[in-house]
């Protein structure tokens, strides 16, 4: 099993070995996807025209459902959001399904992808793929599994002031197809809050 946290197994049994790049791959992708915002931004229509990007961030209060051991998580998540003139942007996001375990499973994955995005007054609803890795851990800290996620989904925003937006429902159907016993899925629903940056 590949893992960035894992168990290597003994003849004494398993021993934990820690890096810190699992640690480390937020503040990454955090930094990556302000860089990309950054970087466009510079090359955005002037401010005389209409248009331009905008950059969001929020948080989410998530309920999922694991497909190994058919495993029911509460979690939390951050989300970075780039929207572009044409309805098309960026989403970056880490989450953690860590709370409510009944054996100790558990499971994060840090993703980012487009998204599309339409507009009916107040509300915002949107479609994403999202790419990236995750981190599973087995029941009873047997072990862990690391690899590729990916994650079709969608949603809607709702505008509560011109700054803060309340993410209603946000629905994720997520894929490890480099699992260790085969393609898992795993499914689950959040809503938060989006706070714009400019």
């Known amino acids: 099993m590949k893992s960035f946290h894992h168990f290597v197994p003994s003849r004494r049994g398993f021993h934990w070995m820690p890096t810190s ?36 961030a929020g948080g989410t209060a998530s309920g999922y459902s694991l497909g190994y051991g058919d495993q029911k998580l509460l979690g939390m998540s951050a989300f970075v959001d780039v929207d572009g003139r044409q309805h098309l942007g960026v989403e970056g996001e880490a989450r953690w399904l860590s709370f409510y375990q009944t054996n100790q499973e558990h499971a994060s994955t840090f993703m980012i992808g487009p998204r599309y995005s339409l507009y009916f007054g107040r509300f915002q609803p949107y479609a994403k793929g999202l790419v990236g890795v995750g981190h ?45 016993y085969g393609l898992m899925s795993s499914y689950g629903v959040s809503t938060g809050i989006r706070i714009k940056i400019f």
């Not at 990454?28 to 950059?55: D, F, I, K, M, N």
């Not at 002031?161 to 197809?177: C, G, H, K, S």
């Open 21 to 56: 790049r699992a640690a480390a791959f937020p503040i990454v992708l955090l930094a990556a996807c302000l860089g990309l915002t950054h970087a466009a931004y510079a090359q955005a229509v002037p401010a005389g025209e209409r248009g331009g990007l905008s950059l969001s």
């Open 136 to 180: 599973f851990t087995y029941p009873y800290l047997f072990g862990h599994d690391d690899g590729l996620v990916v994650a079709p989904g969608g949603g809607v925003d709702f505008r509560l002031t011109r700054r803060i937006r309340l993410r209603a429902v946000d629905f994720e159907y997520q894929l490890w197809p480099q699992f260790h």
